[in-house]
């Protein structure tokens, strides 16, 4: 089992900067693909960014690409996202998730494990 929980999220304004990070309990997370996600009020759950278990393949949403960066250190069980340029739409809880049966970059199907979430809110 592994327990996933997200932490980093606050109020700023847009062009600001935010770094989250995603902690993993569990012996397995080395082997973990790790996805963020997230979901605005009243609207679907999307895509953000995915990162592979080693680190070598990364995918990003195309409204997030060049402002958002992810990285992961496995020797201290994290994954982080780096939000850099923010708007106001990418006012969001941003969830991590992670799977270890198959990379799926974008596809939900592939995570098995998924966090509480944090709140980022961006004003314009």
């Known amino acids: 089992q592994v327990r996933l929980v997200e932490s980093g999220g606050g109020l700023l304004q847009a062009g600001g900067s935010l770094r989250l990070s995603c902690a993993a309990s569990?012996?397995?997370?080395?082997?973990?693909?790790v996805g963020w996600f997230r979901q605005a009020p009243g609207k679907e759950r999307e895509f953000v960014a995915s990162?592979?278990?080693?680190?070598?393949?990364?995918d990003y949403a195309d409204y997030v690409k060049g402002r958002f960066t992810i990285s992961r250190d496995n020797a201290k069980n994290a994954v982080y996202l780096q939000l850099n340029s923010l708007k106001p739409e990418d006012t969001a809880v941003y969830y991590c998730?992670?799977?270890?049966?198959?990379?799926?970059?974008?596809?939900?199907?592939?995570?098995?494990?998924w966090g509480q979430g944090t709140q980022v809110t961006v004003s314009s």
């Open positions: 998730a992670g799977g270890n049966t198959y990379y799926s970059g974008s596809g939900r199907g592939g995570y098995d494990y």
């Open positions: 569990g012996r397995t997370f080395s082997r973990l693909n």
């Open positions: 990162i592979s278990w080693s680190g070598g393949r990364t």
